[in-house]
């Protein structure tokens, strides 16, 4: 505390902020009247300062402003810019809750859960805002040979005023959760005892949030989600790369955008996702207790890997033609479909001698890295505006993004 009133004592015998009777007002440029000097009180790493400023009050906005707030980060918020800065570090991997406790056990710095809340979200929005506007392309350099992109979706709990209208897999056709669609890029080039490509290290980056992926016709631009895919492509190098790779789970939306963004890209089904795809055919075919799903679903997984689509409808078609079970007929013809859909994006043979990962291991990961751990905890529900905020920090900090945003943010305010 002794630090902290050295600090208010400096600060406060510092009254260069006071620029005349009158400064133009940042909003609408017209003159604001100086209004005398405020005090308020902010949370610092030192503890709690109490500072007086000058005070201006635009007679036009109706709005009265601070100069020294702006220059020393502290508009619009209790907290100092080193405090944000810890309150959006701590955010991303614990609750509010939480992190109010750990800044308090192991900084001395007291702030609510609340306000760690409403910082986060100012926060989050803020480096979501950054990662729109910052595009730098990577450099030659940093492209590998091949890289892999991946996209994928993950349900995360909302409150019911977020749910109104939308239709979902209660029992009632109502929805608890919303969609995070999620993009990843990386690169593979190192390779195990088998020789199956293992991820480069450190070369995963993360980009996610609740928005629509789907691009309507009339639509004058690409889906925001399209948009956001397009700028990590563009940032990581993946259009420049010698060879490039979608991977996905099979989902129609995944395709599409990935032919519209990337025609020349190779697309590859997770082989995993496939493989599981056929063990619940099994187990509507045969019961989900029974041995012979198991040995049946291992045998389709065996033809799977070796490029035997042909094998595996003729199976899925003998059960078909001889069941008359409505429902596991129309399973079974579903899984056809699949298989169909998605053949040319099945050749794993192929593609493993090609060098190519058939595993959206990454992507599955990133879904419960980026996502789960931090927003599907018990009892979270959120807004769309919370958990956008807390996803943009997350990716940003697993990304290795999250030091340049404060660096940009450094800058703005100097400027």
Same mark, same amino acid.
């Given at each position: ?98 992190? @109010? ?313 100097? @400027?």
């Amino acid at each position: 505390m002794v630090a902290a009133r050295a600090v208010e004592r400096r600060l406060n015998a510092d009254v260069s902020d006071h620029q005349g009777a009158a400064v133009p007002c940042p909003r609408c440029k017209e003159p604001a009247k100086y209004a005398g000097r405020h005090a308020k009180t902010w949370q610092s790493v030192l503890g709690p300062l109490t500072l007086e400023r000058a005070y201006y009050r635009c007679d036009r906005c109706k709005e009265g402003f601070c100069p020294r707030d702006i220059v020393l980060g502290l508009q619009n918020t209790s907290v100092s810019p080193a405090v944000a800065r810890m309150i959006g570090l701590a955010a991303v991997m614990v609750s509010f809750e939480e992190s @109010a406790e750990l800044l308090d056990e192991l900084a001395g710095v007291k702030v609510n859960a609340k306000q760690v809340e409403r910082t986060a979200e100012v926060l989050g929005a803020e480096v979501a805002e950054d990662e729109r506007r910052h595009v730098e392309a990577a450099g030659d350099a940093e492209i590998a040979p091949t890289m892999y992109l991946g996209m994928d979706g993950t349900g995360v709990p909302m409150r019911k005023e977020e749910l109104v209208g939308r239709k979902g897999k209660q029992a009632d056709g109502s929805s608890k959760t919303r969609e995070v669609k999620l993009c990843t890029v990386w690169s593979a080039e190192g390779r195990d005892r088998d020789g199956v490509p293992v991820r480069d290290e450190g070369s995963i980056s993360y980009s996610a949030a609740i928005e629509r992926a789907a691009t309507r016709d009339t639509d004058a631009a690409c889906s925001v989600f399209a948009q956001r895919v397009e700028r990590e492509a563009t940032r990581r190098g993946f259009n420049r790369a010698a060879r490039q790779a979608v991977l996905g789970d099979g989902a129609p939306w995944i395709w599409n955008l990935a032919a519209e963004q990337h025609p020349d890209a190779i697309q590859i089904v997770d082989r995993y996702h496939a493989k599981e795809h056929l063990s619940d055919v099994a187990k509507i075919i045969y019961g989900a207790t029974s041995d012979f799903a198991a040995a049946w679903a291992e045998a389709r997984h065996d033809e799977l890997d070796d490029g035997k689509l042909h094998k595996i409808v003729a199976a899925l078609t003998v059960h078909y033609r001889s069941s008359t079970d409505a429902t596991k007929r129309d399973e079974v013809r579903k899984c056809i479909g699949y298989l169909w859909t998605n053949r040319r994006r099945m050749r794993y043979p192929d593609f493993r001698e090609q060098g190519l990962c058939t595993s959206t291991a990454v992507v599955e990961s990133g879904c419960k890295v980026a996502v789960g751990t931090r927003l599907k905890r018990a009892g979270m529900h959120w807004t769309v505006r919370g958990a956008n905020a807390i996803i943009a920090l997350r990716c940003s900090k697993l990304s290795g993004r999250f030091e340049d945003f404060w660096e940009r943010r450094a800058q703005r305010r100097t @400027a």
